[in-house]
């Protein structure tokens, strides 16, 4: 069964410092993996997702994730983060083996940036 | 742009209470979810839905039950509402591969149930 680990509940970060939200997942068969954002008092909105190809992906406000096959790890990064970036963060897997397979969230990483 | 709407934001019920949680989406989704949000639990899924009148058990359906007679609307039923269903409700759809497609998200309903 696939399952997604978040170890950081909480991230503070002065803005314009970087900053780097881990994601590690468990699966024996090829994945899907997302970011999801939250701001407050919204739902969830897709921030970027690798299906296939490049193991690096970007999304249009600056993060990055990178999907690392032999760490199970798919890190979500910005060099420079913005007040606007306050946020939930959820990671998210899918097992691609044909059908519907269900896609398991993460606990969420709440990112605090600091003025 | 996809929009996906939950009838009620905030709501406040008593234990015993028979509880309607209604989704509409707009982008004729086969696909639709419903999940509840606790803190440091992240997201469970309750139950989802491919297509209109069928449905499949998520991670947590007990205490729940679901509704799709049109394709656009995905209702999310407790029968007797107890304390601890006090949650954030989240209802999302996407297109049919669920597992490859992005997930839409309404703006969650919070449910109090006293």
């Known amino acids: 069964a696939q399952s997604v680990t978040q170890l950081d509940s909480q991230v503070p970060v002065f803005e314009e410092a970087p900053v780097e939200l881990r994601c590690n997942y468990s699966?024996?068969?090829?994945?899907?993996l997302f970011w999801y954002v939250q701001y407050p008092n919204q739902g969830l909105q897709l921030l970027l997702k690798?299906?296939?190809?490049?193991?690096l992906v970007e999304s249009i406000n600056g993060f990055e994730a990178e999907f690392n096959k032999s760490q199970t790890s798919f890190h979500l990064r910005k060099p420079s983060v913005h007040i606007s970036d306050t946020a939930e963060y959820f990671c998210a897997v899918s097992e691609g083996s044909g059908g519907y397979q269900k896609v398991t969230f993460g606990t969420g990483t709440k990112l605090q940036v600091i003025p | 742009d996809v929009k996906v709407t939950q009838s009620s934001r905030y709501l406040v019920k008593r234990t015993g209470e028979k509880v309607f949680l209604e989704c509409v989406q707009d982008m004729d989704h086969e696909n639709m979810f419903w999940y509840r949000q606790d803190p440091g639990l992240g997201l469970r899924l309750i139950y989802f839905s491919y297509d209109v009148k069928m449905k499949e058990k998520g991670d947590i359906p007990e205490g729940y039950s679901v509704s799709r007679e049109k394709k656009e609307r995905f209702s999310l039923i407790l029968e007797s509402a107890s304390t601890n269903q006090t949650s954030m409700y989240l209802c999302?759809?996407?297109?049919?591969?669920?597992?490859?497609?992005?997930?839409?998200f309404g703006p969650g309903t919070r449910l109090l149930v006293l």
């Open positions: 690798y299906l296939s190809g490049s193991t």
């Open positions: 699966s024996s068969v090829s994945v899907y």
């Open positions: 999302a759809s996407s297109l049919p591969d669920g597992s490859l497609m992005t997930q839409y």
